[in-house]
């Protein structure tokens, strides 16, 4: 299960902190994504984290569009995901939602919405 919280309405310019708590698999074997798909548009994936490696710690991957300004972070221990978002945007606004990729196929969170707005 995968579970979102953190969404809202926030001003541009803005922050808001996206959170996912997972459960039902091994956490730490698995790496984790945000997608975000916006009225009209196809879901696109937003940012990704990989598991932990002792060499490298944790690989990150972003779309061009939020580089800079969101950061995809997670704690192995509380089985949960963030994804920091500053500086937003109107065209941020979209449904966020977490995912995780099985060999079975992909499994998604409720979503959370997010509305950047004056």
């Known amino acids: 299960q995968l579970v979102e919280s953190g969404g809202g309405l926030v001003q541009p310019g803005g922050s808001l902190r996206l959170s996912c708590v997972a459960s039902?698999?091994?956490?730490?074997?698995?790496?984790m994504n945000w997608y975000r798909q916006a009225p009209g548009k196809e879901r696109e994936l937003a940012a990704s984290i990989s598991t932990y490696h002792p060499n490298t710690n944790y690989l990150t991957n972003y779309v061009d569009s939020v580089k800079g300004r969101f950061t995809i972070s997670r704690d192995d221990a509380k089985n949960t995901v963030y994804l920091q978002m500053n500086m937003l945007k109107h065209e941020d606004t979209a449904v966020y939602y977490c995912n995780v990729h099985f060999l079975s196929g992909d499994y998604w969170g409720q979503g959370t919405q997010v509305t950047v707005s004056s």
């Open positions: 039902g698999f091994t956490f730490t074997s698995y790496s």
